[in-house]
């Protein structure tokens, strides 16, 4: 009888995943416009620019690699949901985007995150070792930051 209630209850849970498959955002990326990315406003050093294309672009750019997982619901919606929320708050890509209180997006709460150990998220860098930000990599992407905000 209990075997029964396992093999059922499988297969329920089975259907259940299935059917919650039709219920997926959509993955995009953006079309990137040369003239609004970072690059056109600011100067990045190419040490500079491999850090943050190795450790932030999936989220915080129009360039995200989907990796397979980001197209199974319900992993999909945290996945869909972290990068259009990224994307959101901070867009190398889109980097004239920013509130109408700021003047431009600052560089120097970059610092903040990568220092703190905020960014990039502990949750991304189970599956994201290449991300993992060295000791240097923090001191470039603060030392960049200063310089480019005129601190």
């Given at each position: 009888?209990?075997?029964?209630?396992?093999?059922?209850?499988?297969?329920?849970?089975?259907?259940?995943?299935?059917?919650?498959?039709?219920?997926?955002?959509?993955?995009e990326n953006p079309p990137s416009v040369p003239a609004?990315?970072?690059?056109?406003?600011?100067?990045?050093?190419?040490?500079?620019?491999?850090?943050?294309?190795?450790?932030?672009?999936?989220?915080?750019?129009?360039?995200?690699?989907?990796?397979w997982y980001s197209g199974v619901a319900p992993i999909?919606?945290?996945?869909?949901?972290?990068?259009?929320?990224?994307?959101?708050?901070?867009?190398?890509?889109?980097?004239?985007?920013?509130?109408?209180?700021?003047?431009?997006?600052?560089?120097?709460?970059?610092?903040?995150?990568?220092?703190?150990?905020?960014?990039?998220?502990?949750?991304?860098?189970?599956?994201?070792?290449?991300?993992?930000?060295?000791?240097?990599?923090?001191?470039?992407?603060?030392?960049?930051?200063?310089?480019?905000?005129?601190?």
């Amino acid at each position: 009888m209990n075997g029964t209630r396992l093999a059922r209850t499988a297969g329920i849970l089975f259907l259940v995943f299935l059917a919650i498959q039709a219920f997926r955002p959509p993955r995009e990326n953006p079309p990137s416009v040369p003239a609004q990315a970072i690059g056109a406003h600011v100067a990045i050093p190419p040490d500079v620019e491999a850090t943050i294309r190795r450790a932030c672009y999936d989220c915080h750019s129009n360039e995200t690699r989907w990796p397979w997982y980001s197209g199974v619901a319900p992993i999909s919606w945290f996945v869909i949901g972290h990068v259009n929320d990224g994307r959101r708050r901070l867009n190398f890509d889109d980097w004239t985007a920013h509130s109408p209180r700021v003047a431009a997006p600052p560089l120097d709460r970059l610092c903040g995150e990568v220092s703190s150990g905020g960014m990039p998220l502990s949750t991304y860098l189970l599956l994201h070792r290449d991300a993992t930000l060295s000791q240097d990599d923090v001191a470039r992407l603060c030392a960049w930051g200063s310089k480019a905000e005129g601190k």
